[in-house]
């Protein structure tokens, strides 16, 4: 397991864009997937985006042909690039170390807001 710390939140205009970071303190190459999940007040954290340990990704409907995940395992980072940003984007964004045989990991958020 490893510790997570996401960067990269603030203050956007709609239609602009973003570019969130989460740095780990270990290997994310030992995490069978890596994702960006987001919470809006008062509703349910939610899945955004997710990538493989191979590099597969999938991504929740509300955010296709918008949002990017990657990631550099030498730099042990994932990034979630976030383009044409709309207010219902406004959200805490987690980044998540999944595992097969331990409890996932998460950082502690960065707060993404989004003005009309």
């Known amino acids: 397991q490893v510790q997570l710390v996401e960067s990269g939140g603030g203050l956007v205009q709609a239609g602009g864009s973003l570019r969130l970071s989460c740095a780990a303190s270990g290997s994310i190459f030992s995490a069978n997937a890596m994702g960006w999940y987001r919470q809006a007040p008062g509703k349910q954290r939610e899945m955004v985006a997710r990538?493989?340990?191979?590099?597969?990704?999938n991504y929740a409907d509300s955010v296709k042909g918008r949002f990017t995940i990657s990631r550099d395992n030498a730099k042990n980072t994932v990034y979630l690039q976030m383009n044409n940003l709309q207010p219902e984007d406004t959200a805490v964004y987690f980044c998540?170390?999944?595992?097969?045989?331990?409890?996932?990991?998460w950082g502690q958020g960065t707060q993404d807001t989004v003005s009309t």
């Open positions: 990538i493989t340990r191979g590099g597969m990704t």
């Open positions: 998540n170390a999944a595992y097969t045989s331990y409890s996932p990991s």
